[in-house]
T-cell receptor
């Protein structure tokens, strides 16, 4: 049981390049989330999904797109990276584990845009 | 939307000391969770506690839903307790958790 995994762990992009971050969970959770965390800051929600085939905008969705084609995967895309998107990105999933709707996080992806 | 305020923002403790972290929220909630982010960035779920009291080792949490606050107690603190503690709440079902800004705890030997 790996929990929530993220690929890649680190990435450096040049301005204007595109990339996709992959999140996978093996807990059969319905809900999945993408957050960004900037130095000394809290977590800001980018997009989330309440089930396979659904997505919704969070607090800071601009410049990102997401897809949830399979229940266990949630992809975050950057079509044209900007230096302002330099951040640590966390994926999370939640569902009724042991009778509680607990949320679990992946290890994070550190992205630098130059 | 709901406001989540955590206090204190920063806390420095000597190893072995006890501490209480507070989370105030501005509306009724049906979901409240505490998380710990260690110095390496890993986020760990500590408690799901929309009401009542729970204990896990040296950590315990109490939520008084009618008064809209939750407390996280850390007893006999260790250097491994260092990091940032986040409180997060959900007002209704199917909506994402709203996170507070966190309390940064430093435990020194």
């Amino acid at each position: 049981n790996a929990g929530v995994t993220q690929t890649p762990k680190f990435r450096v992009l040049k301005t204007g390049q595109s990339m996709t971050l992959l999140c996978a969970q093996d807990m059969n959770h319905e809900y999945m989330y993408w957050y960004r965390q900037d130095p000394g800051m809290g977590l800001r929600l980018i997009h989330y999904s309440v089930g396979e085939g659904t997505t919704a905008k969070g607090e800071v969705p601009d410049g990102y797109n997401v897809s949830r084609l399979k229940k266990q995967n949630f992809l975050l895309g950057l079509e044209s990276a900007a230096p302002s998107q330099t951040s640590v990105y966390f994926c999370a999933s939640s569902g009724w584990t042991s009778g509680n709707p607990e949320q679990y996080f992946g290890p994070g992806t550190r992205l630098t845009v130059t | 939307g709901i406001q989540v305020e955590q206090s204190p923002p920063d806390l420095i403790l000597q190893e072995g000391a006890n501490s209480t972290l507070r989370c105030n929220f501005s509306d009724s909630v049906n979901n409240l969770q505490w998380f710990h982010q260690n110095p390496w960035g890993q986020l760990i779920n500590l408690f799901y506690i929309p009401s009542g009291t729970k204990q896990n080792g040296r950590l315990s949490a109490t939520t008084v839903a009618t008064e809209r606050y939750s407390l996280l107690y850390i007893s006999s603190s260790q250097t491994t307790d260092s990091g940032v503690y986040f409180c997060a709440v959900e007002v209704t079902g199917n909506t994402p958790l709203v996170f507070g800004k966190g309390t940064r705890l430093s435990v020194i030997a």
